[in-house]
Nanobody
Framework: QVQLVESGGGLVQAGGSLRLSCAAS????????MGWFRQAPGKEREFVAT????????YYADSVKGRFTISRDNAKNTVYLQMNSLKPEDTAVYYC?????????????????WGQGTQVTVSS
């Protein structure tokens, strides 16, 4: 099972940018579809973005489309989330997750390997 460690969270003003990183262990990272999810206080965890194991296909929640970009570097075993034009409602703990190897990256329920999360706070 892949082990995941997120970094890059912090405090930023509305309209600002952050880039989250998720480092994965193992030699088979390139076979895992990867995703970013977030959980705000008092709310359920929600999907943000996913990327296929081939890195050719991305999928975004409507709330972040056009502002966030997911990408991956298989040589570095890392997936990224570039977040621009941040809003206070983007405040949450952000988690990266992996789906089973070679699976459909758009199958949200299949994501089962989770990192510990990184806090993103956007002030107004």
């Amino acid at each position: 099972q892949v082990q995941l460690v997120e970094s890059g969270g912090g405090l930023v003003q509305a309209g600002g940018s952050l880039r989250l990183s998720c480092a994965a262990s193992g030699r088979t990272f390139s076979t895992y579809p990867m995703g970013w999810f977030r959980q705000a206080p008092g709310k359920e965890r929600e999907f943000v973005a996913t990327i296929s194991w081939r890195a050719g296909g991305t999928y975004y929640a409507d709330s972040v489309k056009g502002r966030f970009t997911i990408s991956r570097d298989n040589a570095k075993n890392t997936v990224y989330l570039q977040m621009n034009s941040l809003k206070p409602e983007d405040t949450a703990v952000y988690y990266c997750a992996a789906a089973p190897p070679y699976s459909n990256s758009r199958s949200i329920p299949s994501y089962g390997s989770w990192g510990q999360g990184t806090q993103v706070t956007v002030s107004s």
